[in-house]
């Protein structure tokens, strides 16, 4: 079944930027609506897998029910309408030389996506869309309901799933691809800034 991804809106961004997110957009959406993808989703390796409504407690699910959310662009508390909705705010969050980088921050269920500027630009710099992407679909995952393991071990869902749309465009687009970002979005959710945020205000990452 395809899956679409709709881009609602970019808030906070210079044109450029927009642009490229856009630009981006297109790219998630060619990998999620790919042949095959929804193979790759039902049997990864997930080592946490962890799904938590807006008003419950976490509970696990299987690579059948994550990809039936993906699917049904079920975004946490809404109904099915098969489309990931997105829209994205490009703010100025940690940068690296803060100590304590953050590449996103987006609340628990809630749109919008909340992208560092910082990551914005390194990722345009590379011209690389396909991190863009990946990191987009890991944001979304958050908004589906999906949080990361208490540990850092890089398998729970939003990041299986970045890892998921950068393999699946990598065959067409594997020249866009940066180890550097890349790099960033590997085995490394503390720069997320998601699950010790999350028991305070909410936030995932």
């Not at 100025?92 to 304590?100: A, K, M, V, Y």
């Not at 710099?125 to 396909?130: E, H, P, T």
């Not at 890991?138 to 309901?145: C, K, R, T, Y």
Request: charged share 25%; with cysteine.
């Amino acid at each position: 079944m395809t899956v679409d991804v709709c881009l609602h809106e970019v808030t906070g961004a210079t044109e450029a930027e927009d642009r490229f997110i856009r630009d981006s957009v297109v790219l998630l959406r060619t990998a999620v609506s790919s042949a095959g993808f929804g193979a790759s989703v039902r049997n990864a390796d997930y080592g946490f897998s962890g799904w938590q409504s807006l008003h419950g407690g976490v509970r696990d699910m299987d690579g059948d029910a994550i990809w039936e959310r993906i699917v049904h662009g079920r975004e946490c508390g809404k109904t099915a309408d098969h489309t990931l909705d997105i829209s994205v705010s490009v703010e100025d969050l940690e940068t690296p030389e803060s100590g304590h980088a953050v590449i996103g921050r987006t609340r628990l269920g809630t749109l919008p996506i909340r992208s560092a500027r910082w990551f914005v630009a390194q990722c345009m710099d590379a011209g690389d869309r396909v991190n863009m992407a990946a990191h987009l679909m890991h944001q979304w995952m958050h908004v589906s309901g999906f949080v990361h393991a208490p540990e850092n071990t890089g398998q729970d869902a939003p990041s299986v799933l970045a890892r998921l749309v950068r393999r699946a465009l990598e065959s067409d687009y594997g020249d866009e691809i940066d180890a550097k970002v890349t790099a960033l979005l590997t085995l490394d959710t503390t720069d997320c800034d998601c699950c010790v945020a999350s028991e305070t205000d909410g936030l995932a990452a």
